[in-house]
């Protein structure tokens, strides 16, 4: 069992910066893959980033590429989700998430077995 507890989110003007925190406490950190998700209101959980085990491989949703920067700290059993140039459409509440097995961070949510209460971001025009 792991679980997780985000931090971070909050109201930002587009063009600013946000970094999310997630804390993880239970299980070895670094034997799981680690992904961040967000969901706006009425629509569907979507894949934001992921990065694998070790944190050598990361992984972007095309519309954050550029911007965001998925990193974690096994030491610390801390995965972040550094967003800048934040856009409007990014607003939504941001989830991560845990999964074990292979260290590959897969974009699909079902992979996900454990999952952090969710922090709010929003971003004003």
């Known amino acids: 069992q792991v679980q997780l507890v985000e931090s971070g989110g909050g109201l930002v003007q587009a063009g600013g910066s946000l970094r999310l925190s997630c804390a993880a406490s239970g299980r070895t950190f670094s034997n799981y893959a680690m992904g961040w998700f967000r969901q706006a209101p009425g629509q569907e959980r979507e894949f934001v980033a992921g990065i694998s085990c070790s944190g050598l491989s990361t992984y972007y949703v095309d519309s954050v590429k550029g911007r965001f920067t998925i990193s974690r700290d096994n030491a610390k059993n801390t995965v972040y989700l550094q967003m800048n140039s934040l856009k409007p459409e990014d607003t939504a509440v941001y989830y991560c998430?845990?999964?074990?097995?292979?260290?590959?961070?897969?974009?699909?949510?079902?992979?996900?077995?454990?999952w952090g209460q969710g922090t709010q971001v929003t971003v004003s025009s």
């Open positions: 998430a845990a999964k074990s097995g292979s260290c590959y961070a897969f974009t699909t949510s079902t992979r996900y077995a454990y």
